[in-house]
């Protein structure tokens, strides 16, 4: 037994659940220690916890989003067993299955989620998670002023981007800022998932595509496409990217604008982890273009 597999097995058992025989671990999360729990009576279960969590209330927010998507989206989630400041414990998911069709159905379900939400405002009733850091919600009515402030500007304090961005990128983050009207299209709050990277991807037992670990929020649908896009989806989600533009009835030039929407994810993964997997390089390329802008 591994240490991690260790702790969330002691966590388990001090949350009075003690039909666990033992856990396995699984692979794929960046922040939280996770794992698939073997019990001696029921079915396995999904389990995470953190080894110093952030604050008490990351799992309750998460167990929130995850609720969120499935009342009101009406896209397919785990089942919340347990969700407590120390871990939480969900349904078990299987892998996408291969081929197009899954890609196809999810384009049809993630379409009809962001059609049939559309809010009057930006926000969420209240801050929620994006990994180990808090995801301000703060209500707002202006797109733009929303992302520039919550989604963008808001990683420039962070220790890992300081040191990563130098004087120029920070000014040519906010050029970029103040020229958002300019860059993408005004489009209405929906709900968003919010941290939709093809990991947080999976698929029910009968095989509906299935969404994990959201950062739920009222925001631009263009969000999720943005997070789906731009961390290597497999050949066969082209026909995602096909069946989802006609549903949503995008502009011809819906991909040139998404490394300005996924700026965002990349400040997010930069303030957070050692290793950037090429964030830095990333934000550095879009912003490019303004450093040198009046």
């Known amino acids: 037994m591994t240490h991690s597999t260790a702790f969330l097995l002691d966590c388990l058992r001090r949350s009075g659940m003690r039909d666990v025989v033992s856990v396995e671990p699984v692979a794929g999360g960046l922040a939280a220690v996770a794992g698939i729990a073997i019990r001696r009576d029921a079915p396995p279960v999904f389990v995470k916890a953190f080894a110093d969590a952030p604050d008490d209330?990351?799992?309750?927010?998460?167990?929130?989003g995850l609720r969120a998507l499935r009342e009101l989206g009406g896209v397919a989630t785990p089942g919340v067993i347990r969700a407590d400041r120390e871990l939480l414990v969900l349904s078990v998911l299987g892998p996408r299955p291969p081929g197009e069709s899954f890609w196809e159905q999810f384009a049809h379900e993630l379409a009809r989620m962001h059609l049939s939400t559309v809010?009057?405002?930006f926000g969420w009733?209240?801050?929620?998670?994006l990994g180990r850091r808090r995801q301000i919600n703060t209500w707002g009515t202006d797109g733009f002023a929303f992302f520039?402030?919550?989604?963008?500007?808001r990683w420039l304090g962070e220790p890992r981007v300081e040191a990563a961005l130098d004087a120029g990128d920070r000014v040519a983050l906010e050029r970029l800022c103040r020229r958002l009207p300019e860059l993408l299209p005004d489009r209405p709050a929906?709900?968003?998932?919010?941290?939709?990277?093809?990991?947080?991807?999976?698929a029910t037992p009968d095989g509906r595509p299935a969404l994990i670990d959201p950062a739920v929020s009222y925001m631009?649908?263009?969000?999720?496409?943005?997070h789906v896009w731009s961390t290597s989806p497999p050949p066969e989600a082209q026909r995602f990217f096909a069946v989802y533009a006609e549903l949503m009835a995008l502009d011809a030039g819906w991909q040139a604008r998404m490394p300005i929407v996924q700026l965002r994810q990349h400040l997010a993964v930069l303030a957070q982890f050692d290793d950037d997997w090429g964030a830095a390089d990333q934000i550095r390329a879009t912003l490019a273009p303004f450093r040198t802008l009046s």
């Open 57 to 64: 209330d990351v799992f309750a927010a998460e167990a929130e």
């Open 125 to 129: 009733p209240s801050d929620n998670w």
């Open 190 to 202: 929906c709900l968003a998932h919010g941290d939709l990277w093809t990991q947080n991807l999976l």
């Open 148 to 153: 520039a402030e919550h989604r963008l500007l």
């Open 119 to 121: 809010h009057p405002r």
């Open 220 to 226: 631009w649908a263009d969000v999720d496409l943005a």
